[in-house]
Nanobody, 123 residues
Framework: QVQLEESGGGLVQAGDSLELSCSAS????????MGWFRQAPGKEREFVAAIGRGGTKYYLDSVKGRFTISRDNAKDTAYLSMNSLKPADTAVYYC?????????????????WGQGTQVTVTS
């Protein structure tokens, strides 16, 4: 059974930092692209960041320089380090895994999803 479990969300003030974790089980973690997406109320789920099997990283333009995605294949865990958080970053953040050599930004390309973790940034 495949399971992706996010943790690390919370309520913070603008300018603060958070680190999200995504612990995977039931998959060969190193063979999967790992992505982070977010969904704010009333909005579509949007790509935030992804890291390929070889470590290549991709980001949404609005988070470049503030967010960092990483992975630890020994721990089957992906991370999203978020700095200088803004109220516009408020959303439910989802971890996703895609068994592919290519890195996609579209949610429907990903095979497995976590349940999400809430990030709320107040001004």
């Amino acid at each position: 059974q495949v399971q992706l479990e996010e943790s690390g969300g919370g309520l913070v003030q603008a300018g603060d930092s958070l680190e999200l974790s995504c612990s995977a089980s039931g998959i060969s973690f190193r063979e999967h692209v790992m992505g982070w997406f977010r969904q704010a109320p009333g909005k579509e789920r949007e790509f935030v960041a992804a890291i390929g099997r070889g470590g290549t990283k991709y980001y949404l333009d609005s988070v470049k320089g503030r967010f960092t995605i990483s992975r630890d294949n020994a721990k089957d865990t992906a991370y999203l380090s978020m700095n200088s958080l803004k109220p516009a970053d408020t959303a439910v953040y989802y971890c996703a895994a895609d068994h592919s050599v290519l890195v996609w930004r579209k949610p429907n390309e990903y095979d497995f999803w976590g349940q999400g973790t809430q990030v709320t940034v107040t001004s």
